[in-house]
């Protein structure tokens, strides 16, 4: 204990350092004794106190039985031991009260999360027809598994909190920023479905303690790579001439002028082509074969006349996509080199060309589409349903891509020129 004279502001104080009484102030209003005080006037004044402190202790001393001093001297040397010198068992109850008894469930955090994590799957197949999780839900189960068999009320715990988000920045050091945002935005959710009022699961009254750790800087996407309208035609004009080599005239038409992913081709027959009547021709985009959105689409094309045109310049009596998944579930070798020919070919890009040039062809199609529907008459739900996406990824991606609204006609104006050789007969 330490008894100073604060000169420059006329009071003395004292210090307990780590042995601070565990009684209420005398003169505190019901609280506690603290580490410091400092508002007295002399050191007489000073004394008394201290007396009234001591007389409180030894009172303190004299109602508590043999049993209860040794409890209490563990817990205090517990504290010591784990480096909390300076926390009294009145800091520890008064953390405790906050953060524990504020809950409003009994259940543990492995309890809490696979009831979100059933939630979430209603809320996916609601919104996509698919009960599937993204791995980034499940990705997070590593940062919070070391507290599944404790109370849910853990995760309003500051220390808590900090030690996750540390377990994050530090498991995804070598990820992308992007990465590392997702998982921190799936916690951040999964802590906030607990506080919302129909599930009560965690306490309102407590912010979400990860709000404040979880910033991360990510770089500015760059806006993705679109067709000019004149790179579009040569490209379809070369799928069409390559179409007995590389079979890729299909993809090309489904890829630009219906905005759909390679992977969503693998399922699609002609069957799921419907021409026959000339009022309302549309395309099926199976529900088994729409990657992450399990929605099937029906792709509306009696607007897009064109877009008929180039179908009708197809070989029918072939698949309309000859290629399928390797054995590690990625799309064989095979398609990516007979791509790289048709691109090669419209001079889009060469042969030899580095592996990072060909990856911006792989959505180049899909960008197009989405790039021009958007500079057309096209409200943004119409065009985010047409490529089964949602109405937030599209105006994030394509809202300044510098396309105009003329380009967008002369892009799907594009017809298919006559070619020399003959015609493939159309099967209706």
């Given at each position: 204990m330490k008894i100073t004279n604060l000169k420059?502001?006329?009071?003395?104080?004292?210090?307990?350092?780590?042995?601070?009484p565990q009684v209420k102030d005398p003169d505190g209003n019901g609280k506690m004794v603290g580490r410091r005080t400092s508002r007295f006037k002399t050191e007489d004044e000073l004394e008394d106190w201290l007396a009234k402190v001591r007389l409180a202790e030894k009172n303190q001393a004299l109602s508590m039985s043999n049993a209860d001093k040794m409890v209490f001297q563990q817990a205090?040397?517990?504290?010591?031991?784990?480096?909390?010198?300076?926390?009294?068992?009145?800091?520890?109850?008064?953390?405790?009260?906050k953060y524990n008894t504020s809950t409003k469930s009994d259940k543990t955090v492995g309890e809490c999360y696979e009831l979100w994590l059933e939630s979430y799957s209603k809320k996916q197949k609601a919104n996509t027809r698919s009960g599937s999780t993204g791995s980034d839900v499940k990705r997070i189960v590593r940062f919070i598994k070391?507290?599944?068999?404790?109370?849910?009320?853990?995760?309003?715990?500051?220390?808590?909190?900090?030690?996750?988000?540390?377990?994050?920045?530090?498991?995804?050091?070598?990820?992308?920023?992007?990465?590392?945002?997702?998982?921190?935005?799936?916690?951040?959710?999964?802590?906030?479905?607990?506080?919302?009022?129909?599930?009560k699961l965690l306490t309102s009254?407590?912010?979400?303690?990860?709000?404040?750790?979880?910033?991360?800087?990510?770089p500015v996407r760059k806006a993705p790579h679109f067709l000019a309208p004149h790179e579009a035609r040569e490209l379809m004009h070369t799928a069409l001439l390559t179409d007995e080599r590389c079979n890729l005239l299909p993809f090309f038409i489904f890829h630009c002028f219906l905005g759909c992913r390679p992977s969503e081709l693998l399922g699609v027959s002609w069957k799921d082509v419907k021409l026959e009547d000339?009022?309302?021709?549309?395309?099926?985009?199976p529900e088994r074969v729409t990657g992450k959105n399990k929605r099937p689409r029906k792709v509306k094309l009696d607007k897009f006349p064109a877009i008929v045109q180039w179908l009708k310049m197809c070989?029918?009596?072939?698949?309309?996509?000859?290629?399928?998944?390797d054995s590690e579930g990625k799309m064989e070798r095979k398609f990516y080199e007979k791509r790289r020919i048709v691109l090669a070919e419209a001079v889009l890009l060469p042969l030899d060309a580095p592996e990072e040039e060909s990856d911006k062809f792989d959505d180049i199609g899909r960008h197009t589409c989405a790039t021009y529907l958007y500079q057309g008459d096209w409200d943004a739900k119409t065009i985010a349903d047409r490529l089964g996406n949602t109405e937030k990824v599209l105006l994030g991606h394509y809202l300044n891509m510098g396309a105009t609204e003329s380009e967008s006609k002369e892009f799907f104006s594009i017809v298919p020129e006559k070619a020399e050789r003959k015609l493939v007969q159309f099967v209706g």
């Open positions: 420059n502001r006329g009071v003395w104080q004292v210090d307990f350092g780590t042995k601070v205090t040397d517990k504290l010591k031991e784990a480096g909390f010198d300076g926390v009294s068992l009145n800091d520890v109850v008064d953390y405790y009260l070391p507290y599944f068999d404790q109370n849910v009320s853990v995760l309003d715990m500051p220390e808590v909190c900090e030690s996750i988000a540390s377990h994050v920045r530090t498991d995804l050091e070598d990820k992308k920023p992007t990465t590392v945002r997702n998982a921190f935005t799936k916690l951040k959710q999964f802590i906030n479905w607990m506080k919302r009022k129909d599930v009254e407590i912010t979400n303690q990860l709000d404040d750790l979880s910033e991360v800087e990510v000339a009022n309302e021709p549309f395309v099926l985009i070989d029918w009596s072939k698949p309309l996509f000859p290629f399928k998944l």
